[in-house]
């Protein structure tokens, strides 16, 4: 049954022909040999191994409108190493590689090129060739040139009688003799390329055509179409198949005799399948392995500087086009050149991101890399991959990686496997990545081939060997005379099923879909709720374009807020990407015009995703294995078995045709350029459209229309007039699903926080598992948004619950027109929360003046925040890096559960009935008072415990700090008249200085988030008349989470005074919910539980109660470092807080103290350290003269006094830095930097004994002190000896900028 398809195409588009020009490139006889400069080669190299110059010898048709030919483009890279000559003794395979062209608009055309050698009888250029042999023979004798050349890898060791004796007896290897060439004995061969030009990549199709039809070139006189008769029928009557449909065409066979071979292509129907790839990707797994192809793959995505190198042209380009078909629905942006041409290494400088194919023979020493810290070099042929600094992991990276080598073990695909180092580093969860080196492979050496015309056996395969005993008994036969047929047939069977070629297409392509099913399930299930952060625009589609640069179109802030903490290294990065900006921007666009098919497709496995397991915006944090594979592999199979297309076959278009050839001709260019009257259509509008037969496909012999196959969908018809009481029935199984949930999720967010006293209480079991609170809080924000949906009358944005809390704002606002509103209850200056950075002054000042009826110098009172939920909207919407509703709604639920005011907030919210009735229906959720009291009872339930799930999920949110200092009662130490400032450091960043205003204990600095406050310094230049200050403590509060902080103080800042320190780093500590503001002052208005500093220190602790305090000290910081969150404490309390380490080593060395005054002065622990150190610089001196002489005499001695020199030398060098860069700390201050920097350079351990025998110990320490005390310091030295396990990394604000000195 034959039949006719249109293709409609648009005026701009092309025919979807499968070729549009077929190429012949080689060496034109007429111009001579022209060494190509941009290989490099030196007269060392001899005439056969220097590249020339090729050109294209013809392309036809001469040009289609489409697709412009540049000859220049073209001839490059189908001779990508140049023309090149050969003599018969050289290996001379015929080899396919493909390519692709880009153009300034993006628009990519593929290239098939096939090489192979022919003879030259040109006898000028064998002449040529003749003389510049022995020209360099010449010179290589005469010593001018140095030495012969290196043999050309793969090159095997056969000699020649054409070469002078004296150069083959100075040749360093035999193989040397095949770079040269003799006029009278040898065959001069040179390259030559037959190419495809295509819009598609048939990878398959193309190399079999290029293949058979070299095959094919008739070499005696016989049967056959002719070549232009097969050409001419791939350029004209092979189209590309419709969407979902496959078609099976005509190429040349093996032989010139035989019948044409039956090829089918295909095109996958979108949205339902992947975009067409028909390169294996089965060979780049089995090439790199899988760790390498994951390690490659994050770079791509990071858009990272990607180069490729090896040997293969072929290589270079499956790789390159496989690695970034893996990245749908995602696309390269960048510089894409899978193959680069000598003539172009200069792209290499480009400090852009790009992924470009180096081939091996290409003089890579030389090449500099712009940014070799952004580049990932990935060498195929070794299997190994160094990667860029601080490559962040992919998401799921092990269970990724597990699942796919599950695929290759089902396909057999062999595969190198990771290293055990690797496999180390990541159950260990190192979050930066490092170089790979994959175990090497063995290769395969082609046979050699002596004559140009022997291609029978080019893709004749190698005979398998035999196994032994099979071959013993095929002997024994052979010699008794018995028929071996059975015994071949024996054989067979021990074979495995060898496929056809294709068999082996259609094998690729179902494993090339199964793969890239695996890692789009991977972004659909990052990016499942992509599309609540999308910012749609609110201006049209030219005045979008013209402001794109400065418009945000994605929500990062909220997006990244909901993800797992370990997931935010590489989401942060890629999120700002230019693929991911591309699909966001396509996404908006789609506003105006059709959405683009990669998105289609994304948006429609989501779609499907969703249908599975709910429209909730936050994934289950677990990782899930791809489903998708089976239905898209039907169709694919279901297309490639059942073929509904068939082209025109070929049919000879030459009445006469050439009898035989010595070479691959030049074609007839006139029947080339004449297109085909019967198979092309003009229609009205002069569009070409493809005639084609179609195959009977049903028994009945007629196609199924899509009408005919589509069953009509039922419609269920409800009844408008159903009564309240049957709608809430109705719903009544989705309202106690809700409200199940919520028990669920606030039971298991209260497990997981309670953590160990959990299990304890009996709350274990299935609920206790290791996911992150982040993601607990996220899954809660996307309950109550099916809450706030559920039942709603006419949802208006995204966020069903931020318009309820706008429109109650709006409505309050309405009410309350008339109140006025005390400014002091607000957060100041909401409006410019984002823009404001200095120091804002607020009414402390005109508060001290005020307040007359003040008996007390310092703060008389800290006003509380207001706690209502109009203030927490408000702060909300103060946040300049959240763009959507979505995100707008999350900030409040984060902001409103840290402030244990969720329950509270939602209750009166719901308060207002009449708002509620006028937007849901009576069925909803929110209108089910009992349910609606339950719902909130279980969320006042998370007010048992402590989150930071908006503080540490917003860190370029500018926040007001309110700070309040509390100095001494006594009016001589209450003010000063110095330049006062304060730092305060968080878990997420630290202030620069901050200046205090004059005259004010209270002010109000703005900044980016600080995250949970851990320290605060405090310091002046002591200026002025009376600089001396004596500070009790600090009160820091976040004026938008209401978090206060306090930081107790109890010393003096000034010189002359107390240890001489006008800089003091203070510790904070979180004030509790349950202390009120009035609490809170009175108790910040009495000095801290410290030492006076005026009296001498008397310790009263026992040695005993000494060793129980240091080990408690030690026993946390080993507790820390064992966390699997160790982010939840701070490290700096620990060392520095109240029973920290820093204290118990200070009351440590206080006990047996001889005398703490010495001439009515304090003497500190410090003291006793300068002095050590004066001890060991001595020390030091006297050694080296005993070091040396002991150098040649005992190593063993040698190497231990080489750890107690390093030991005092780094002692003494650590007290010299703390000197020189600590001027304004005081002596108490510079032994706490000296404490914290010891055990970062884990030193405390090994200074103990050294410092128990120097002559200071001894003067200033009794005997039952732990210095002098054996069993004491061995206590010491072993109790300490634990912290050099762990790498201690220290706050920026305890190291006063002292690098370590490890």
Same mark, same amino acid.
């Given at each position: 049954m034959n039949g006719s398809l249109d293709m409609i195409r648009g005026p701009e588009q092309h025919p979807s022909r499968f070729a549009d020009y077929f190429v012949i490139c080689g060496l034109d006889q007429d111009s001579g040999l022209e060494p190509d400069r941009f290989f490099g080669d030196s007269l060392q190299s001899t005439p056969l191994d220097r590249a020339y110059k090729g050109t294209v010898l013809g392309h036809y048709p001469d040009s289609v409108p489409w697709n412009h030919f540049d000859k220049h483009a073209v001839c490059m890279l189908c001779l990508p190493s140049g023309l090149r000559f050969r003599t018969q003794k050289h290996s001379i395979e015929p080899s396919f590689h493909s390519f692709v062209l880009t153009k300034e608009d993006g628009h990519r055309t593929y290239g098939f090129s096939l090489l192979f050698y022919e003879e030259c009888r040109n006898k000028k250029i064998c002449h040529a060739m003749q003389t510049l042999q022995s020209m360099h023979i010449t010179e290589l004798s005469s010593g001018q040139n140095g030495t012969p050349p290196i043999p050309r890898r793969g090159q095997d060791g056969h000699n020649t009688r054409s070469l002078p004796r004296h150069f083959k007896l100075s040749a360093h290897s035999p193989g040397a003799a095949l770079g040269y060439y003799d006029y009278t004995k040898d065959k001069l061969l040179v390259t030559k390329s037959i190419s495809l030009l295509c819009q598609q990549p048939y990878l398959h199709a193309a190399r079999t055509f290029l293949t058979n039809l070299y095959k094919c070139v008739p070499r005696h006189p016989g049967p056959g179409l002719s070549l232009e008769s097969y050409v001419y029928n791939l350029l004209y009557n092979v189209p590309i198949p419709l969407p979902g449909k496959s078609l099976k065409f005509f190429v040349p066979n093996d032989e010139p005799a035989k019948v044409p071979l039956e090829l089918v292509i295909h095109q996958p129907t979108l949205p339902e399948e992947l975009p067409m790839l028909d390169y294996p990707l089965k060979d780049v797994f089995s090439w790199l392995g899988v760790d390498c192809v994951i390690q490659l793959f994050t770079c791509l995505l990071l858009e990272n500087q990607v180069l490729l190198r090896s040997a293969d042209f072929q290589k270079l380009m499956v790789v390159s086009e496989c690695i970034t078909a893996l990245l749908f629905p995602f696309s390269w942006q960048h510089v894409y050149v899978p193959i680069l041409p000598a003539s172009l290494h200069h792209f290499l400088d480009a400090p852009v991101p790009f992924v470009m194919g180096l081939h091996a023979q290409s003089e890579g020493g030389n090449l500099k890399i712009a940014s070799e810290a952004n580049l990932c070099y990935v060498d195929i042929d070794k299997q190994s991959i160094q990667l860029p600094e601080e490559l962040p992991v992919f998401p799921h990276r092990l269970q990724f990686i597990t699942e796919i080598r599950d695929l290759l073990n089902k396909f057999k695909v062999p595969h190198p496997d990771k290293t055990d180092n690797m496999a180390i580093n990541y159950f260990n969860g190192d979050i930066m990545t490092s170089s790979l080196t994959l175990p090497g492979s063995g290769f395969h050496h082609p046979r050699r081939k002596h004559s140009l015309h022997d291609v029978l056996d080019w893709d004749r395969p190698d005979p398998e060997p035999h196994s032994e005993t099979l071959q013993r008994i095929v002997d024994i036969v052979k010699r008794t005379g018995v028929n071996l047929g059975d015994i071949d047939s024996v054989d067979k069977t021990t074979k495995e099923k060898i496929l056809t070629a294709q068999e082996e297409y259609h094998d690729t392509l179902i494993f090339n879909n199964a793969l890239r099913e695996i890692f789009l399930n991977r972004f659909v299930q990052i990016f499942s709720s992509y599309e609540h952060f999308v910012i749609q625009p609110s201006q049209d589609k030219e005045e979008w374009l013209c402001n794109r640069d400065s418009m945000h179109v994605f929500d990062k802030a909220t997006f990244l807020s909901d993800q797992p903490a370990q997931h935010l290294p590489f989401l942060s990065r890629f999120l700002e990407s230019q693929m991911f900006a591309s699909l966001v921007d396509n996404k908006v666009l789609a506003a105006w015009s059709e959405l683009d098919p990669n998105i289609r497709v994304f948006d429609q496995r989501i779609s499907q995703l969703k249908q599975k397991v709910g429209e909730g915006i936050v994934?289950?944090?677990?990782?899930?294995?791809?489903?998708?594979?089976?239905?898209?592999?039907?169709?694919?199979?279901?297309?490639?078995?059942?073929?509904?297309?068939?082209?025109?076959?070929?049919?000879?278009?030459?009445?006469?045709?050439?009898?035989?050839?010595?070479?691959?001709?030049?074609?007839?260019?006139?029947?080339?350029?004449?297109?085909?009257?019967?198979?092309?259509?003009?229609?009205?509008?002069?569009?070409?459209?493809?005639?084609?037969?179609?195959?009977?496909?049903?028994?009945?012999?007629?196609?199924?229309?899509?009408?005919?196959?589509?069953?009509?969908?039922?419609?269920?018809?409800?009844?408008?007039?159903?009564?309240?009481?049957?709608?809430?029935?109705?719903?009544?199984?989705?309202?106690?699903?809700?409200?199940?949930?919520?028990?669920?999720?606030?039971?298991?967010?209260?497990?997981?926080?309670?953590?160990?006293?959990?299990?304890?209480?009996?709350?274990?079991?299935?609920?206790?598992?290791?996911?992150?609170?982040?993601?607990?809080?996220?899954?809660?924000?996307?309950?109550?948004?099916?809450?706030? $949906?559920?039942? &709603?009358?006419?949802?208006?944005? !995204?966020?069903?619950?931020?318009? #309820? %809390?706008? /429109?109650?704002?709006?409505? @309050?606002?309405?009410?309350?027109?008339?109140?006025?509103?005390?400014?002091?209850?607000?957060?100041?200056?909401?409006?410019?929360?984002?823009?404001?950075?200095?120091?804002?002054?607020?009414?402390?000042?005109?508060?001290?003046?005020?307040?007359?009826?003040?008996?007390?110098?310092?703060?008389?009172?800290?006003?509380?925040?207001?706690?209502?939920?109009?203030?927490?909207?408000?702060?909300?919407?103060?946040?300049?890096?959240?763009?959507?509703?979505?995100?707008?709604?999350?900030?409040?639920?984060?902001?409103?559960?840290?402030?244990?005011?969720?329950?509270?907030?939602?209750?009166?919210?719901?308060?207002?009935?009449?708002?509620?009735?006028?937007?849901?229906?009576? $069925?909803?959720? &929110?209108?089910?008072?009992?349910? !609606?009291?339950?719902?909130?009872? #279980? %969320?006042? /339930?998370?007010?048992?415990? @402590?989150?930071?799930?908006?503080?540490?999920?917003?860190?370029?949110?500018?926040?007001?700090?309110?700070?309040?200092?509390?100095?001494?009662?006594?009016?001589?130490?209450?003010?000063?008249?110095?330049?006062?400032?304060?730092?305060?450091?968080?878990?997420?960043?630290?202030?620069?200085?901050?200046?205090?205003?004059?005259?004010?204990?209270?002010?109000?600095?703005?900044?980016?988030?600080?995250?949970?406050?851990?320290?605060?310094?405090?310091?002046?230049?002591?200026?002025?008349?009376?600089?001396?200050?004596?500070?009790?403590?600090?009160?820091?509060?976040?004026?938008?989470?209401?978090?206060?902080?306090?930081?107790?103080?109890?010393?003096?800042?000034g010189k002359g005074i107390d240890d001489g320190s006008t800089e003091r780093l203070l510790v904070g500590a979180l004030v509790p919910k349950s202390i009120d503001n009035e609490e809170l002052v009175e108790s910040c208005s009495t000095p801290p539980r410290c030492r006076s500093p005026s009296i001498p220190r008397r310790i009263t602790l026992t040695h005993i109660e000494l060793q129980h305090m240091l080990g408690e000290a030690v026993n946390a910081i080993v507790k820390f470092h064992y966390r699997r969150e160790p982010q939840d404490g701070s490290l700096t309390a620990l060392l520095c807080g109240e029973s920290g380490l820093v204290p118990s080593l200070e009351q440590t060395f206080l006990f047996g103290f001889k005398s703490q005054r010495l001439f009515g002065k304090n003497l500190y622990v410090w003291d006793y350290f300068v002095r050590v150190k004066e001890n060991f610089e001595i020390s030091l001196l006297e050694e080296m003269d005993e070091y040396s002489q002991r150098l040649s005499r005992d190593r063993r001695a040698l190497t231990e006094n080489n750890q107690r020199f390093n030991i005092l030398r780094s002692y003494c060098h650590l007290i010299d830095q703390i000197n020189t860069c600590s001027q304004a700390l005081g002596k108490d201050g510079k032994f706490q930097l000296f404490i914290c920097l010891g055990a970062r350079e884990h030193l405390l351990h090994r200074m103990l004994s050294p410092m128990s025998e120097a002559r200071s110990t001894v003067d200033m320490y009794e005997e039952i002190s732990f210095l002098r005390s054996p069993q004491l310091l061995t206590f010491l030295i072993q109790i300490l000896e634990p912290l050099d396990e762990f790498h201690i990394v220290l706050e920026k604000s305890l190291t006063q900028g002292i690098s370590s000195i490890c």
């Open positions: 994934r289950s944090p677990c990782y899930e294995a791809c489903q998708a594979i089976t239905a898209t592999q039907k169709l694919l199979e279901q297309r490639l078995n059942n073929v509904e297309l068939e082209a025109v076959p070929p049919t000879e278009i030459l009445p006469h045709r050439a009898a035989y050839f010595r070479s691959f001709p030049l074609l007839d260019g006139v029947a080339l350029n004449k297109e085909p009257t019967q198979s092309l259509l003009r229609s009205r509008r002069g569009q070409k459209q493809w005639k084609y037969k179609m195959k009977m496909i049903e028994a009945s012999g007629k196609l199924q229309t899509p009408q005919e196959s589509q069953s009509p969908r039922p419609q269920t018809k409800f009844s408008t007039d159903m009564s309240p009481a049957l709608i809430a029935q109705a719903n009544w199984t989705f309202v106690e699903k809700l409200l199940k949930d919520c028990k669920s999720k606030t039971k298991r967010m209260l497990v997981e926080k309670m953590g160990s006293e959990a299990v304890a209480l009996g709350h274990g079991g299935e609920f206790l598992s290791d996911v992150e609170e982040n993601t607990l809080v996220a899954s809660l924000c996307d309950l109550l948004e099916r809450v706030w $949906s559920h039942g &709603l009358q006419n949802k208006q944005g !995204k966020s069903a619950l931020w318009s #309820h %809390l706008t /429109t109650y704002q709006e409505l @309050d606002e309405c009410n309350d027109a008339t109140k006025s509103i005390d400014p002091n209850f607000l957060t100041p200056d909401l409006s410019n929360l984002a823009l404001e950075t200095e120091v804002s002054p607020t009414r402390g000042r005109e508060r001290h003046k005020s307040s007359g009826e003040r008996k007390s110098v310092g703060p008389e009172h800290l006003r509380p925040l207001p706690d209502s939920l109009i203030f927490d909207i408000r702060n909300v919407q103060a946040m300049t890096d959240i763009k959507t509703h979505i995100g707008y709604a999350r900030a409040w639920v984060r902001l409103a559960l840290e402030k244990k005011l969720l329950s509270r907030h939602l209750k009166t919210l719901l308060s207002d009935t009449a708002l509620v009735r006028s937007q849901y229906k009576r $069925s909803a959720f &929110l209108r089910c008072e009992e349910e !609606k009291e339950q719902f909130l009872y #279980h %969320l006042l /339930t998370l007010n048992a415990v @402590d989150y930071f799930c908006f503080t540490n999920n917003y860190p370029t949110t500018k926040l007001p700090y309110r700070v309040v200092i509390f100095p001494s009662r006594k009016a001589s130490a209450a003010t000063t008249t110095a330049n006062s400032w304060v730092a305060i450091s968080g878990t997420l960043c630290e202030t620069n200085p901050v200046s205090i205003p004059k005259g004010a204990l209270e002010f109000v600095f703005h900044h980016r988030n600080l995250g949970v406050l851990s320290t605060l310094r405090i310091g002046h230049d002591n200026t002025g008349l009376s600089p001396k200050w004596m500070v009790e403590h600090i009160v820091v509060r976040n004026e938008v989470t209401g978090h206060t902080f306090k930081f107790p103080c109890g010393r003096w800042l």
